[in-house]
């Protein structure tokens, strides 16, 4: 079992820059199949992929944030990073991390950003 704590949401205006923190409860940087996640859910909307890193350092990202924000991991600290730069009012949402390892899948508490215009 892994336990998976958000930190870093807020409220900022348009323009500017948060960064999402992501801790695993223990070491899982050692697994070799395994991938991290963000997502975000804004109100009356489904949730949705904003980007990925994998086990190999792979990063992907959603269209809608491509240029602005940059997924990273910290091995020894098991900490996953989101940073979000160039904020704009649609990106408001719960943000989550998730972790995928093999057929098991982890998901932190949600942290809300707010984008005020």
């Known amino acids: 079992q892994v336990q998976l704590v958000e930190s870093g949401g807020g409220l900022v205006q348009a323009g500017g820059s948060l960064r999402l923190s992501c801790a695993a409860s223990?070491?899982?940087?050692?697994?070799?199949?395994?991938?991290w996640g963000w997502y975000r859910q804004a109100p009356g909307k489904q949730r949705e992929l904003v980007a990925t890193?994998?086990?190999?350092?792979?990063?992907n990202y959603a269209d809608s944030v491509k240029g602005r924000f940059t997924v990273s991991r910290d091995n020894p600290k098991n900490t996953v990073y989101l940073q979000m730069n160039s904020l704009k009012p649609e990106d408001t949402a719960v943000y989550y991390c998730?972790?995928?390892?093999?057929?098991?899948?982890?998901w932190g508490q949600g942290t809300q950003v707010t984008v005020s215009s």
């Open positions: 998730n972790l995928a390892i093999m057929a098991y899948t982890y």
């Open positions: 223990r070491n899982i940087f050692a697994i070799a199949t395994m991938a």
């Open positions: 890193i994998s086990s190999g350092g792979s990063t």
